[in-house]
């Protein structure tokens, strides 16, 4: 993974993040709801750029209380398989910490292989199940958690 660097997600990201997004998800985040979390002071959102500056990846994350939620994590098609997935949840494993987290959860699709591999390799356990979470298509969520007391 040489030459990617993982640093806080800044405005001049947004275009390219907004672009994964939609390449990634079937309700892709917008540039403005982006936009919106550079001034939210819960949020925590890290971008893996390339040598260039371009974007790979990135995580979006709150901390609220003890509790850190992810809320996105993408790569583009083309740096996948090469450890940015992992250092993304890494960097935001130190951050959250920073902020007083004592745990860290997301959801995510069952039928999602490759994210639920990447969770259980970074040591994300499943807790539960929300129903009929997702739209497009309609499907559960499981609930994944990492405790940093374990
Ligand atoms: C999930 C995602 C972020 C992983 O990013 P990545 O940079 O490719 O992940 P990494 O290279 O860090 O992979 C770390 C480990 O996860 C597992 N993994 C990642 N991709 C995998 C795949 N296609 N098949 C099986 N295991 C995989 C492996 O254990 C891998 O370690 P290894 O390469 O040493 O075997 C990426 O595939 C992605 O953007 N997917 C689309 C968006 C998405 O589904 N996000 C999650 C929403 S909940």
Not at 3 to 30: D, Y
Not at 40 to 54: I, P, S
Not at 67 to 90: D, E, T
Request: proline content about 3%; charged content about 25%; glycine content about 6%.
């Amino acid at each position: 993974m040489e030459e990617i660097k993982i640093i806080p997600m800044t405005g001049k990201h947004i275009k390219e993040i907004a672009e994964l997004e939609k390449v990634c998800f079937s309700q892709p985040w917008s540039e403005n709801s982006l936009l919106e979390e550079l001034d939210n002071h819960t949020a925590q959102f890290l971008t893996a750029v390339d040598e260039d500056g371009k974007v790979a990846g990135y995580i979006g994350s709150f901390v609220v209380c003890e509790s850190c939620y992810i809320s996105n994590i993408a790569v583009f098609p083309q740096y996948r398989r090469k450890g940015i997935g992992r250092a993304l949840i890494s960097a935001l494993f130190s951050l959250a910490k920073e902020k007083g987290a004592e745990s860290v959860s997301l959801e995510v699709r069952p039928s999602n292989d490759t994210a639920i591999s990447l969770y259980n390799v970074m040591g994300f356990e499943e807790v539960g199940l929300r129903k009929n979470f997702y739209r497009n298509p309609t499907e559960d969520a499981l609930i994944m958690t990492y405790s940093f007391d374990k």
